[in-house]
């Protein structure tokens, strides 16, 4: 059974930094792209940033750019995201998502895996 479990939620100041993880198990992704996507309270699920396969590719979406940086390790099977200069419109719970047969790190649907979620928190 695949399971994606993310780490590394919380509150933080505006500002302030933070470093998510999510950790795979089931199998590997080495092969698949890999990526995060966030949703605010009453907002729909948006792209955060992705990788592709063995990291030969980042992307990220405009608000980001700049400020988050996507990186993997295949050894341990998990992908990152490190968000700097964190802003209160950043406050969303983050998904972790892997590909189940995509090499590339920007297409993703619900047919994907996906974890469960880590709140964000961050105030003004």
């Known amino acids: 059974q695949v399971q994606l479990v993310e780490s590394g939620g919380g509150l933080v100041q505006a500002g302030g930094s933070l470093r998510l993880s999510c950790a795979a198990s089931g199998r590997t992704f080495s092969n698949n792209g890999m990526g995060w996507f966030r949703q605010a309270p009453e907002k729909e699920r948006e792209f955060v940033a992705g990788i592709s396969w063995h990291g030969a590719n980042t992307y990220y979406a405009n608000s980001v750019r700049g400020r988050f940086t996507v990186s993997r390790d295949d050894a341990k099977n998990t992908v990152y995201l490190q968000m700097n200069s964190l802003k209160p419109e950043d406050t969303a719970v983050y998904y972790c998502?892997?590909?189940?047969?995509?090499?590339?790190?920007?297409?993703?649907?619900?047919?994907?895996?996906w974890g469960q979620g880590t709140q964000v928190t961050v105030s003004s």
């Open positions: 998502t892997a590909s189940r047969n995509r090499v590339a790190g920007n297409i993703f649907d619900d047919n994907d895996y």
